[in-house]
Structure formats: C-alpha cells, structure tokens
C-alpha cells in the first residue's frame, strides 16, 4: 500500500485495522458454515427423532397385536375348553342314552302288549297307560340326550330353510301366545342347505320355547334367515365355525336376557336357571347337538333386560333340492305277516321283549344273542329267512359284520337294523348310509311290527 493510500484509509477511518475486511469475510464464512451445520443437525435430529417416532409406534402396534393375539389366544382356548367339556358330557350321556334305551324298549315294549290284551274297560287300562307315558316322557329325554351327543341318525336333505320357518310357523304361533308379537323376516333369495328337516323344527320350536319364556310379560320374537360368507379370520375366532358361504337362521327375543355368568353353561344337559318342574335343562343342549351334527356352528348374544339372539349357520349345499317326501299317515295296526324272522339282540329282556311282538304279529322267530349263535342258526335252519333283525353294536361281531357274513350265504334275506346311538358300522357322522333299513330305540310294538312290514313289503309284492 502506498504511503498516500494508507494516509487516505487512516484518514477514513483511524481505528479499523488494515486486516478487517480478511476477518469480516472469514466471520461471514464462519456464520455461513454454522449455519449449515445447525440446519444439518436439525435435519438429523428430526429424522432420527421420526426414526423412533416410528419405531416406537412399531412397538405400540406390535404390543397391542400382541395383546390382541393373547386375548384372541385366550379366547378360543376358553372356546375350546369348553368345547372339549360338551364333547365329553356328550359322550357320557351318549352312553347312558344306549343302556337307557334298551330299558325304555322293554317297558313300551311290555306295557303296549299288555294294553293290547286287556279289555278297553278293564281297569288296569289306565295304570298301563300311565306306564306307558311316563316310558314315553323318559325315552324323550333319552332323544335328547342323544342329539346333544350327536348320536342320533340323521336323515338329511337339500331344502330351503325358508320352508322351514314355514312348515312350523302355525305351531309357533299356538307355543308363544297372544302377548308376543311374531315377526318372520325371509331371506330372498335365500342358498340351500343339507340339513334334517325334521331336526330344524325341533331346534326352533326349542329355541321358540326358551324365547317364550324369557319374555312373561309379553314381547317380540324374530326369526330371520339370511346368507353370509364367513372369512377366514372369523373361522379362527370361532371354534367350531368354517370359512365360506353360509346360511343363517337367527332367533331373536325381547325378554329378559342371560346373565353373563350364566352364559358359558347354557348348553349343558341339565343346566337350567328355570324353577323347579318348569324345564329339563335339555332345550338348548338338544339345540347345540343337532346343529353341530349337521355340520354348522351356533352362536348367540344376550344383554340382561335387552333379550337374546341365537344364530344358527349352516354352510351352503350346491347340490340339486330333494323333491318334498310326503307326511306320513296315523298309525294303524300293522298287518300279520308268516316269514321267518332271525332275531339277534345281546339284552336277553330286550330280545324276549321283541320276540314276544313278532310271535303276536304271526313270525316265526329264530333268536340269537351273538352274532355266532346267529350264524350257527342259520346254518341249522333250513327254510328261508326273510329278514335278518339285528342290533348294531354288539360284543365281538358288529350288526354290519353278521350281515356281510350271513347275505354271503342267503343273498335274498332283508336286513334291519336297531340301535340307541348312532354307530359307525351303518353310519357316516350320524347320517345313515344309503339303503340301510334302521329302526331308532327305544321301540314300541307298534313301531317294530310297522317297520318290519315295511322292510319286507316289496319283497310280498313282487310275490
């Protein structure tokens, strides 16, 4: 810098040095830098702070997933706890029902031939009779207990569920009374299903039953049918349930509904929260067995002082609809017959019982109580057996394997099979196979000589 330059900038100004624009620059640099580093670090701290803003909702959702799971885990253990308690009841009471049965056969079986010996006027006329009702009462409790044990035989077939709701809707009427209102709501279209028609009156008419009952002051009782599809999730929260289309039949009262500490028990044979002589306690157990013995699940939902609902689904059949079987007729008496009938029932009372009945009916019966007395029988007899008369469930030799064995010799003899419980020598999940001839017990004269007509009528007329 020359001499007059630096007398010029002294002159400007005295106390600024001659390096002051170097540090002013560098200061500018300095504060730009500090700048850029400080919007770097923000930028850093507001991703990484987004980073575990993140992570940490990742982990709420994980923990709540979680807890989801376990309660839905919880659940459906408790689902199929439950389950596992019905299977067993079912079980038992399903053995029960099969000893049971025997014994109410032999006391119908009995008090029907005595009634038929004894004079109308007689006195003993109405003693038998009371005999014969109360076998009647006990032999209904044996049925249902046989449908909650899922041991009964069904007969299913393709229908429409709206027909149903139909076929029964005079009897609902007459069971629920003037004081409730009854709205039918139809689903249309509505898929078919494969179900015993028979059956699905029992569980409405039950169910129908407990509505009434919840509502003594009077109320509204819904029934309702509709389609739905099931998804795989609500498959899994539901023991028991399946994914895919189904039809529901829903059941829905206004009354007072069913406390939730009750809830988990209802379905239990001989639980009932009704007084003393009002209720078997077998209403819904009857409901839960032949709903899951047709393949479908129940579900209900009840609110105290708000009324229940009860959803019976079935899944859809894609099979053609069964052409409507005709009602059948009043019991008369049925007509003598003159074949020879081979009779084999392990029960000796039981047996006698059914021998007696057929000798009064004018066959000739040879009896067994095994299976390889039967076959030795036969093999000693040398005129025809027109019907060969079993039980199904034997020690040893099943009903089904004394029928291969005896038709492989006397291929023109009829088979008819009796039984208190569904077994699966002639059934397939409680459904009969096709052209098996079966005879439920506990059996009356009327029914067993009515049955064993029928089994050999054809054989009659093609003579």
Known sequence: MSESEALRTSCEDPTRPANADAFEQQRVRHGEELARLRESLEASANARTAELEHANAELLREIAEHIKTEKALQRTQE???????????????????????????VVLGYSGTIASDLPPDHPLQADVEEIRRAGERAAELTRQLL???????????????NEVVVRVDRMIRRTIGDDIELVTMPGDPLWQVKVDPGQIEQVILNLVINARDAMPGGGTLTIETHNIAFD???????????????????????GIGIPKDVQPRIFEPFFTTKEVGKGTGLGLATVFGIIKQSGGHIWFYSEVGRGTTFKLCFPRSTEPLATPDARPGPIVSAP?????????????????????????QGYQVLDAPDAAEALTLSARFSGEIALLLTDVVMPKMSGRELARALLETRPRTKVLYMSGYTDNAIVHNGVLDPGVCFLQKPITPDTLAHKVHEVLAPRSAER
């Open 336 to 360: 003598r017959g003159h074949a020879t009938i081979l009779l084999v029932e392990d029960d000796p009372q039981l047996r006698a019982m059914a021998r007696t009945i057929l000798v009064r």
């Open 232 to 254: 795989q999730d609500y498959a899994d929260a539901h023991v028991g349930a399946s994914a895919g289309p189904h039809v529901v039949l829903a059941v829905s009262d206004t």
């Open 147 to 161: 449908a909650f044990g899922r041991r009964q035989v069904l007969e299913p077939r393709v229908l429409d569920l």
């Open 79 to 105: 689902q199929l706890s439950h389950s596992q308690r019905l299977e067993a009841i079912g079980q038992l009471a399903g053995g029960i029902a099969h000893d049971f049965n025997n014994l109410l056969s």
